[in-house]
Nanobody, 126 residues
Framework: QVQLVESGGGLVQAGDSLRLSCAASGRTFSTYNMGWFRQAPGKEREFVAVIRRSSSSTYYADSVKGRFTISRDNAKNTVYLQMNSLKPEDTAVYYC???????????????????WGQGTQVTVSS
């Protein structure tokens, strides 16, 4: 099991940028597929991005493609989410998630992950 701690959220204006970080405990971080999800009030948790454990290939939700970038630093046990051109509809609590099973389309859904952080709030004002 891995412990995850997100940071970097805050209040920004539309068009601004933020970088979220997710620090993981343990010495097997490189074996985990890492995902970012978000949840707005009254809505279900939705997939944002995933970075694969082996090749570090990435996949994004259409709503953030071209604006957000997921990356990882295995030496620092950290995954990042660089968010540019933020919009008010990006306002949500952002969660990172980890799963060490074989990469598949299940990693585009919340049910595909066993380990979750506590979340960090991102608020984008218009």
């Amino acid at each position: 099991q891995v412990q995850l701690v997100e940071s970097g959220g805050g209040l920004v204006q539309a068009g601004d940028s933020l970088r979220l970080s997710c620090a993981a405990s343990g010495r097997t971080f490189s074996t985990y597929n890492m995902g970012w999800f978000r949840q707005a009030p009254g809505k279900e948790r939705e997939f944002v991005a995933v970075i694969r454990r082996s090749s570090s290939s990435t996949y994004y939700a259409d709503s953030v493609k071209g604006r957000f970038t997921i990356s990882r630093d295995n030496a620092k046990n950290t995954v990042y989410l660089q968010m540019n051109s933020l919009k008010p509809e990006d306002t949500a609590v952002y969660y990172c998630a980890a799963d060490d099973s074989y990469y598949s389309s299940k990693h585009y859904t919340a049910s595909g992950y066993d380990n979750w952080g506590q979340g960090t709030q991102v608020t984008v004002s218009s």
